[in-house]
């Protein structure tokens, strides 16, 4: 997902906020819809939000323009996108672009700061490629179980970083995962990774994130994930793919 910069969005850009300014810019901040994108499957609007002299652009979906799913409780997609942006938090790569859970101008939603991808990335080189950002985001999509990570999820940066959006469908207490990202399957996960999964075992158990997620999703689904990292702890692997379960979204891109 990309696309030019509101040119009205001048006081701040989005690239100048770290994220607890991007976060009550997006908790507190006016709301206005300026389009919507409409590739996406669910309500995907593109609008500004203002707060004092800060202004930046944002995803606002709405949950009333969630389409039901049947392996989905209906009405959850958008806190599921909160939770894995609280799992990103915990874990400490910045995956996932600051996001909160408000109201909007078409009631609650979610609402996440627009990133500009760098425009000249070639996404299929990227998907290919072995980036320690991408393996990042191989090890966090098997934490929440993400369902869809389709390369168009992903949004390169210039400077590399690569940040991953659209999590309406992780979390399920059965294993969903679906990725482009396999190149890792069955290979030993980094040291950094196993040192990040142990922080989050702890911090689901006992910690902040554990009652953060129980705020968002159901206790089964918290559940899961603390059982999805204790297996990875456990194996010392990167996931392989499921014989029950598609592997690869579609469309993949």
Known sequence: MSAESDPTLSAVP??????QAA???????????????????????YCSVRLGGLAAACVYKPVRGERPLWDFPD???????????????????????PTVYRDGPFGPGMCQ???????????????????????RMAVFDAVVNNADRKGGHLLPLADGHVYGVDHG???????????????????????EAMNVLARLERDLEHGRLGRRLRELVTLAEV????????????????????????AIPWPPI
Do not use: Y
Not at 14 to 19: I, S
Not at 123 to 130: D, H, K, N, T, V
């Open 14 to 19: 989005a690239t100048g906020l770290d994220d």
């Open 23 to 45: 976060l009550r810019l997006l908790s507190e901040g006016h709301i206005e819809v300026a389009g919507r994108l409409v590739e996406a499957t669910n309500m995907t609007l």
């Open 75 to 97: 009405g959850t997609l958008a806190a599921r996108e909160v939770a894995a942006f609280e799992v990103s938090v915990a874990t400490g790569w910045r995956i996932v672009p």
């Open 113 to 135: 700061l627009w990133i500009d991808a760098d425009p000249e990335a070639d996404l299929m080189a990227l998907i290919r490629s072995r980036q320690p950002a991408l393996r």
């Open 169 to 191: 469908v992780c979390f399920s207490a059965e294993d969903k995962l679906r990725t482009v990202l396999w190149q890792w399957r069955g290979k030993p996960l980094p040291r």
């Open 223 to 246: 559940e899961a994930t603390w059982a999805r990292v204790r297996r990875l702890l456990d194996t010392g692997l990167h996931p392989r793919p499921s014989q029950d379960w598609p």
